[in-house]
């Protein structure tokens, strides 16, 4: 080769890995800030949510999980943005903090077994894991099931199944489940209920009045009792399904 040629090789490999090394430092400042966005709105909505910030663990693996990675091409310049992003099929990456809200609600421990109805994009799902539960997704649009399944796998989160159905039926194989978190709206399934471990969880946005939604916690007592309260008026794509 050429000396000439060589050395024009080697300046575009020192500037190719110099591109790399300032997107890496653009997407930790963008993360940075996006944490502290959602720390914002955490103190903006604990009046209604009762919730007044993460804990440090749901801070962590929001902090950890590549958002960037579930986020289709045309979206990265706003991946780390607190707002939800079009992933095709009609659906929608949520908004991180309600993926935060969401998780802290699910009151998910190291070794839970939880649902999430509505896989979309797996980032939820990737939170979760990172939690150290075993979780169990279920997508209705199959081209989204299997690319989140894919990615899933590639990034090295082993403790998630994905399964394609109608997720109003929930997974009856592996309940009871310690957590639900289901990430479209509408109707509340009985199945889900019934899937409830004593003590368990379920966190999903009802239909309510106006067409509007409302983002409820459910819990299921020792004495087979379930509570539930309203959290937060919120927008999700419409859960489907169901004999509809
Ligand atoms: N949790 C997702 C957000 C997905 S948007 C994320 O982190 O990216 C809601 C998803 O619910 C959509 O992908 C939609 O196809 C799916 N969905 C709607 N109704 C469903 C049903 N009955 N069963 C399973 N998935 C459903």
Same mark, same amino acid.
């Not at 969401?102 to 939820?124: C, F, I, K, N, W």
């Not at 796998?153 to 399964?163: F, H, K, M, Q, W």
């Not at 459910?218 to 309203?230: C, F, L, P, W, Y």
């Given at each position: 080769?050429?000396?000439?040629?060589?050395?024009?090789?080697?300046?575009?490999?020192?500037?190719?890995?110099?591109?790399?090394?300032?997107?890496?430092?653009?997407?930790?400042?963008?993360?940075?800030?996006?944490?502290?966005?959602?720390?914002?709105?955490?103190?903006?909505?604990?009046?209604?949510?009762?919730?007044?910030?993460?804990?440090?663990?749901?801070?962590?693996?929001?902090?950890?999980?590549?958002?960037?990675?579930?986020?289709?091409?045309?979206?990265?310049?706003?991946?780390?943005?607190?707002?939800?992003?079009?992933?095709?099929?009609?659906?929608?990456?949520?908004?991180?903090?309600?993926?935060?809200?969401?998780?802290?609600?699910?009151?998910?421990?190291?070794?839970?077994?939880?649902?999430?109805?509505?896989?979309?994009?797996?980032?939820? $799902? #990737?939170? !979760? &894991?990172? =939690? @150290?539960?075993?979780?169990?997704? /279920?997508? *209705?649009?199959?081209?989204?099931?299997?690319?989140? $399944? #894919?990615? !899933? &796998?590639? =990034? @090295?989160?082993?403790?998630?199944? /994905?399964? *394609?159905?109608?997720?109003?039926?929930?997974?009856?194989? #592996?309940?009871?489940?310690?957590?639900?978190?289901?990430?479209?709206?509408?109707?509340?399934?009985?199945?889900?209920?019934?899937?409830?471990?004593?003590?368990?969880?379920?966190?999903?946005?009802?239909?309510?009045?106006?067409?509007?939604?409302?983002?409820?916690?459910?819990?299921?007592?020792?004495?087979?009792?379930?509570?539930?309260?309203?959290?937060?008026?919120?927008?999700?794509?419409?859960?489907?399904?169901?004999?509809?």
């Amino acid at each position: 080769m050429k000396p000439w040629r060589r050395r024009f090789m080697l300046a575009s490999l020192l500037l190719a890995s110099v591109c790399v090394v300032a997107a890496d430092s653009r997407s930790d400042a963008a993360r940075t800030r996006l944490m502290k966005d959602i720390a914002h709105d955490f103190v903006a909505t604990a009046r209604m949510t009762g919730v007044r910030e993460m804990s440090p663990a749901v801070a962590e693996a929001m902090a950890g999980v590549p958002r960037h990675r579930f986020v289709p091409a045309g979206g990265q310049a706003a991946a780390y943005a607190n707002r939800p992003l079009t992933i095709g099929h009609g659906q929608t990456i949520s908004q991180p903090f309600i993926v935060a809200l969401m998780t802290e609600l699910a009151g998910v421990s190291p070794g839970d077994r939880v649902l999430e109805v509505g896989t979309g994009s797996g980032y939820q $799902a #990737a939170v !979760l &894991a990172a =939690l @150290g539960a075993r979780v169990y997704t /279920v997508e *209705i649009i199959e081209p989204l099931g299997r690319h989140a $399944a #894919a990615l !899933l &796998a590639e =990034l @090295g989160y082993e403790d998630v199944e /994905v399964r *394609i159905g109608d997720g109003n039926a929930g997974w009856p194989e #592996a309940a009871p489940f310690d957590a639900i978190v289901v990430t479209a709206g509408g109707d509340l399934p009985e199945a889900l209920v019934e899937q409830l471990a004593v003590g368990g969880r379920l966190v999903i946005p009802l239909d309510a009045a106006r067409g509007e939604q409302e983002l409820t916690l459910i819990e299921k007592h020792a004495d087979g009792s379930v509570t539930q309260r309203d959290v937060l008026p919120v927008r999700f794509v419409p859960l489907v399904g169901g004999g509809d």
